[in-house]
């Protein structure tokens, strides 16, 4: 056992060698994991086996209580700094780099030295101890007299060996270098953090920073940071060393990660400055930021006559880039409406220069950001673009906020116009502009914008009729599991709505072959078709020229015959194929099973819509207002005009079985009642909801709110809604009575002779659900060849399991 502790030890951080410090893994990811997890076990198995270097500490321990303070054997000092700023042609002053250079050559009696140039990582500075080549401690620079000691967390630093790697390795050795985040991996975390409704990072540093500094290793672990050494303060046994360059060849070879191709040793000042420059402007393109460069001298020795003034070294100095922070105004603040129906803030900006750019737009990322940072109308901001991460608002400039006399009131002169002035801290004046709400209907189509509860993003409502959204929209509509129609494919899609051919689904259904003709030929000798080969992407033939559109039309006759095919969809295909927003595959089943037809669907009330199974408030609210929108409804009698008919289906999930009046009573909007209490308001109005609406007896409360107009509809809506359903006794329907109807299936392995949506399909169709996990909620287990794990939790929690028959004969 320990032999293979050992030996998966090593591969593994061969593994995670050749993945994350060489880019060039060497096994699949899933050959990584089962190994990993072999070890896993192993470990768990025999722990006085486990080595110091074993891998599976990469992924966290149990939280701290609070860090540890260390004292750095070797202080971990600064850098002076130096910049040449640049004129308006671009060329740059280099004179405090001249003078650098000069205070070089004068100490060390005239010499001209060789000089290493490096980046400037602008991450946090980490110290690693290595003790016979094993990590045993790493330290942040704290005040660079004494740090924290963070080794619990950089030890889930991928591209950290853990054990030195080759053969000739110092028996001490502390490494400096610096932890940062990828700026892909940085845009990662801020979008997740957007989705979880979780406070953004500023910047990699912040990010790096709040990720390293953490009690909890297991969060440092999940957010990806990355080291890049730099030097080695202490160096016991091994190589002897001479330069700078010799330090760095070193740490490569012990299995650092160096930053390859950006760093260089140079015979003098001028061709150092050379790849300053070059630096700066390859600066974007890098996959981490700098904020400058670092220029060393080479030699150990020289090194040491130079020494050092104060806390900073002689013979370095940190070379930075111009300052990428400008002030400039907010113009205004519009909206922009993404493929996906996302709608995000976007200041309008004086154009301003910065970080190697223009700015003119900057994204707020949503209304709460917006409000967090109070960006409004004339403000001026700081704007920050580093490197090519997006230019952000880092502030507003609040002194400098356009204000106006506040309401005559505080003012008994009144200045009727509100006239702008110096802004000054005074009592009656108040800010010109009101803090920024979102509008409440999108720029584009006029569509409500929704915003959820607990959700940063708001989004148009409009889908296929805002033109932001309508390729999304239509490659939906056309997808596999929803309208399913064949030869259509995405490219085709963007080129259609592109060149305005198709804006309602019903187009679809009126496309010819001359439209389809023209569409190929106008995306061919256009530049902006998104295809990168468009003459190949939408031909069915090889290019052969002029000729080639003369040619055959099959794969316009493909297309129209997949979308002929599509007219006559399943229900629930066609409602998820609308869009509706929360309305995925299983919701639409779920619907159609309930309502049977789309007419019932379209006049579902809400509250009803709310007690189904898996539908909650909120997707019952999508549901109930995309229906109520006039345009959606003309969409839809325009899709059947053109002959599309989704086919009715039996009910199998009848409403009188889970939406009793207490149920629906209890979803009304903007009345809470508890389900108890509206079992006594159904009984006060005489078990009717022609009760519910006249009864002056029942409690004022109910009066108020059922006397206003729109609850006062919604109640009729209801009555005469439940009046034409069926109920399930007159449903005449035998699935209704199934033995499946109501009970949760899981299915695993494969079965004789269904395949899994066969069967999925055939137990939704008796009213049964089907369920990806089993639990004790679960009431059969259906189990074919090769069940594994969900057999036996099956067997375990003695649920009743059925093979292929059993499920048929259940099903009848
Ligand atoms: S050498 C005595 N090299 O800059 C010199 N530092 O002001 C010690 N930094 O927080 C530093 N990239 O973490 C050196 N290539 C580089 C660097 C670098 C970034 C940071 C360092 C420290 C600060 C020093």
């Given at each position: 056992?320990?032999?293979?502790?050992?030996?998966?030890?090593?591969?593994?951080?061969?593994?995670?060698?050749?993945?994350?410090?060489?880019?060039?893994?060497?096994?699949?990811?899933?050959?990584?994991?089962?190994?990993?997890?072999?070890?896993?076990?192993?470990?768990?198995?025999?722990?006085?086996?486990?080595?110091?270097?074993?891998?599976?500490?990469?992924?966290?321990?149990?939280?701290?209580?609070?860090?540890?303070?260390?004292?750095?054997?070797?202080?971990?000092?600064?850098?002076?700094?130096?910049?040449?700023?640049?004129?308006?042609?671009?060329?740059?002053?280099?004179?405090?780099?001249?003078?650098?250079?000069?205070?070089?050559?004068?100490?060390?009696?005239?010499?001209?030295?060789?000089?290493?140039?490096?980046?400037?990582?602008?991450?946090?500075?980490?110290?690693?101890?290595?003790?016979?080549?094993?990590?045993?401690?790493?330290?942040?620079?704290?005040?660079?007299?004494?740090?924290?000691?963070?080794?619990?967390?950089?030890?889930?630093?991928?591209?950290?060996?853990?054990?030195?790697?080759?053969?000739?390795?110092?028996?001490?050795?502390?490494?400096?270098?610096?932890?940062?985040?990828?700026?892909?991996?940085?845009?990662?975390?801020?979008?997740?953090?957007?989705?979880?409704?979780?406070?953004?990072?500023?910047?990699?540093?912040?990010?790096?920073?709040?990720?390293?500094?953490?009690?909890?290793?297991?969060?440092?672990?999940?957010?990806r940071l990355h080291f890049f050494a730099y030097s080695i303060a202490e160096q016991q046994g091994g190589k002897t060393l001479h330069t700078h360059f010799d330090e760095l060849v070193l740490l490569k070879t012990l299995g650092f990660s160096l930053p390859d191709g950006n760093y260089n040793v140079f015979p003098n000042i001028g061709s150092v400055l050379a790849f300053y420059e070059a630096m700066q402007h390859k600066r974007p393109s890098l996959l981490y930021e700098i904020d400058g460069m670092v220029i060393k001298v080479n030699?150990?020795?020289?090194?040491?006559?130079?020494?050092?003034?104060?806390?900073?070294?002689?013979?370095?100095?940190?070379?930075?880039?111009?300052?990428?922070?400008?002030?400039?105004?907010?113009?205004?603040?519009?909206?922009?409406?993404?493929?996906?129906?996302?709608?995000?803030?976007?200041?309008?900006?004086?154009?301003?220069?910065?970080?190697?750019?223009?700015?003119?737009?900057?994204?707020?990322?949503?209304?709460?950001?917006?409000?967090?940072?109070?960006?409004?109308?004339?403000?001026?901001?700081?704007?920050?673009?580093?490197?090519?991460?997006?230019?952000?608002?880092?502030?507003?400039?609040?002194?400098?906020?356009?204000?106006?006399?506040?309401?005559?009131?505080?003012?008994?002169?009144?200045?009727?116009?509100?006239?702008?002035?110096?802004?000054?801290?005074?009592?009656?004046?108040?800010?010109?502009?009101?803090?920024?709400?979102?509008?409440?209907?999108?720029?584009?189509?006029?569509?409500?914008?929704?915003?959820?509860?607990?959700?940063?993003?708001?989004?148009?409502?409009?889908?296929?009729?805002?033109?932001?959204?309508?390729?999304?929209?239509?490659?939906?509509?056309?997808?596999?599991?929803?309208?399913?129609?064949?030869?259509?494919?995405?490219?085709?899609?963007?080129?259609?709505?592109?060149?305005?051919?198709?804006?309602?689904?019903?187009?679809?259904?009126?496309?010819?072959?001359?439209?389809?003709?023209?569409?190929?030929?106008?995306?061919?000798?256009?530049?902006?078709?998104?295809?990168?080969?468009?003459?190949?992407?939408?031909?069915?033939?090889?290019?052969?020229?002029?000729?080639?559109?003369?040619?055959?039309?099959?794969?316009?006759?493909?297309?129209?015959?997949?979308?002929?095919?599509?007219?006559?969809?399943?229900?629930?295909?066609?409602?998820?194929?609308?869009?509706?927003?929360?309305?995925?595959?299983?919701?639409?089943?779920?619907?159609?099973?309930?309502?049977?037809?789309?007419?019932?669907?379209?006049?579902?009330?809400?509250?009803?819509?709310?007690?189904?199974?898996?539908?909650?408030?909120?997707?019952?609210?999508?549901?109930?207002?995309?229906?109520?929108?006039?345009?959606?409804?003309?969409?839809?009698?325009?899709?059947?005009?053109?002959?599309?008919?989704?086919?009715?289906?039996?009910?199998?999930?009848?409403?009188?079985?889970?939406?009793?009046?207490?149920?629906?009573?209890?979803?009304?909007?903007?009345?809470?009642?508890?389900?108890?209490?509206?079992?006594?308001?159904?009984?006060?109005?005489?078990?009717?909801?022609?009760?519910?609406?006249?009864?002056?007896?029942?409690?004022?409360?109910?009066?108020?709110?059922?006397?206003?107009?729109?609850?006062?509809?919604?109640?009729?809506?209801?009555?005469?809604?439940?009046?034409?359903?069926?109920?399930?006794?007159?449903?005449?329907?035998?699935?209704?009575?199934?033995?499946?109807?109501?009970?949760?299936?899981?299915?695993?392995?494969?079965?004789?002779?269904?395949?899994?949506?066969?069967?999925?399909?055939?137990?939704?169709?008796?009213?049964?659900?089907?369920?990806?996990?089993?639990?004790?909620?679960?009431?059969?287990?259906?189990?074919?060849?090769?069940?594994?794990?969900?057999?036996?939790?099956?067997?375990?929690?003695?649920?009743?399991?059925?093979?292929?028959?059993?499920?048929?004969?259940?099903?009848?």
């Amino acid at each position: 056992m320990k032999q293979r502790i050992d030996e998966l030890t090593a591969q593994l951080n061969r593994y995670a060698y050749e993945y994350y410090t060489l880019d060039a893994p060497s096994v699949p990811d899933a050959e990584y994991d089962r190994l990993f997890r072999e070890l896993e076990a192993l470990e768990a198995a025999y722990p006085e086996y486990r080595l110091p270097d074993s891998p599976t500490q990469r992924v966290g321990g149990e939280p701290l209580p609070e860090f540890q303070s260390v004292r750095h054997r070797i202080p971990m000092l600064s850098l002076s700094n130096a910049f040449s700023p640049q004129n308006e042609d671009g060329v740059f002053d280099h004179s405090e780099m001249l003078a650098f250079d000069e205070r070089v050559r004068n100490g060390l009696g005239g010499e001209t030295p060789e000089y290493v140039i490096e980046p400037k990582f602008d991450g946090l500075a980490i110290s690693l101890t290595y003790e016979n080549g094993l990590l045993v401690q790493a330290a942040t620079r704290g005040d660079g007299v004494s740090g924290e000691d963070v080794t619990r967390n950089v030890k889930t630093i991928a591209n950290i060996p853990l054990r030195l790697h080759g053969g000739d390795v110092p028996e001490f050795l502390e490494v400096r270098g610096e932890v940062l985040m990828l700026k892909a991996d940085f845009i990662r975390l801020n979008e997740f953090q957007t989705v979880n409704n979780q406070k953004l990072f500023a910047n990699p540093r912040n990010a790096a920073a709040g990720s390293l500094r953490q009690l909890d290793s297991k969060i440092t672990a999940k957010r990806r940071l990355h080291f890049f050494a730099y030097s080695i303060a202490e160096q016991q046994g091994g190589k002897t060393l001479h330069t700078h360059f010799d330090e760095l060849v070193l740490l490569k070879t012990l299995g650092f990660s160096l930053p390859d191709g950006n760093y260089n040793v140079f015979p003098n000042i001028g061709s150092v400055l050379a790849f300053y420059e070059a630096m700066q402007h390859k600066r974007p393109s890098l996959l981490y930021e700098i904020d400058g460069m670092v220029i060393k001298v080479n030699s150990l020795a020289q090194q040491e006559t130079l020494g050092f003034i104060s806390r900073a070294p002689r013979w370095a100095v940190a070379h930075k880039f111009p300052a990428e922070e400008a002030l400039t105004q907010v113009e205004a603040i519009d909206v922009q409406v993404g493929r996906t129906g996302a709608v995000t803030p976007v200041a309008r900006l004086k154009p301003v220069f910065v970080g190697g750019v223009t700015v003119t737009n900057v994204t707020l990322h949503n209304e709460g950001e917006a409000q967090r940072k109070d960006v409004r109308v004339g403000d001026t901001v700081v704007v920050r673009r580093a490197g090519d991460v997006i230019p952000e608002i880092v502030r507003v400039v609040f002194e400098r906020r356009p204000m106006k006399h506040a309401a005559t009131q505080s003012n008994p002169q009144g200045d009727l116009f509100g006239a702008i002035t110096e802004a000054r801290p005074s009592e009656n004046q108040v800010p010109l502009h009101p803090q920024y709400r979102l509008p409440d209907t999108c720029p584009i189509c006029s569509s409500d914008i929704e915003k959820e509860e607990g959700e940063a993003v708001a989004r148009c409502s409009g889908g296929m009729l805002c033109a932001a959204q309508r390729a999304q929209s239509l490659i939906h509509f056309a997808s596999r599991k929803a309208m399913d129609i064949d030869g259509l494919g995405d490219k085709q899609i963007e080129a259609l709505v592109a060149q305005n051919l198709v804006q309602h689904f019903a187009d679809l259904y009126r496309l010819d072959i001359p439209t389809l003709q023209k569409m190929k030929e106008n995306a061919e000798s256009s530049e902006t078709m998104p295809s990168e080969n468009p003459a190949t992407a939408l031909s069915d033939e090889a290019p052969t020229g002029k000729t080639a559109k003369k040619q055959p039309v099959k794969w316009a006759q493909n297309i129209l015959e997949g979308i002929e095919n599509s007219r006559r969809p399943e229900l629930a295909r066609f409602l998820f194929a609308l869009g509706i927003r929360h309305v995925g595959e299983r919701t639409a089943k779920s619907l159609a099973q309930a309502f049977g037809s789309l007419e019932t669907v379209r006049l579902a009330p809400e509250p009803l819509l709310a007690c189904l199974p898996d539908i909650g408030n909120i997707v019952a609210r999508s549901i109930a207002h995309f229906f109520a929108q006039s345009e959606q409804q003309r969409q839809i009698d325009e899709l059947l005009a053109a002959g599309v008919t989704p086919q009715t289906q039996a009910i199998t999930l009848p409403l009188a079985r889970y939406a009793a009046p207490e149920k629906w009573l209890a979803r009304l909007p903007g009345f809470k009642i508890s389900e108890t209490k509206a079992t006594a308001l159904w009984e006060l109005s005489g078990q009717s909801v022609s009760g519910l609406l006249t009864d002056k007896a029942l409690p004022a409360e109910w009066q108020n709110w059922r006397n206003q107009a729109e609850n006062h509809r919604l109640l009729q809506n209801i009555e005469q809604f439940l009046a034409a359903m069926p109920s399930e006794n007159d449903s005449g329907n035998t699935a209704a009575e199934s033995p499946a109807a109501g009970k949760t299936f899981v299915l695993t392995g494969t079965l004789p002779t269904l395949k899994r949506d066969q069967a999925q399909a055939m137990i939704e169709a008796a009213g049964g659900k089907v369920s990806g996990s089993v639990s004790k909620k679960t009431d059969f287990l259906v189990a074919g060849e090769a069940a594994g794990s969900k057999l036996e939790k099956a067997n375990a929690l003695g649920i009743t399991v059925l093979d292929e028959n059993a499920l048929l004969a259940l099903l009848g």
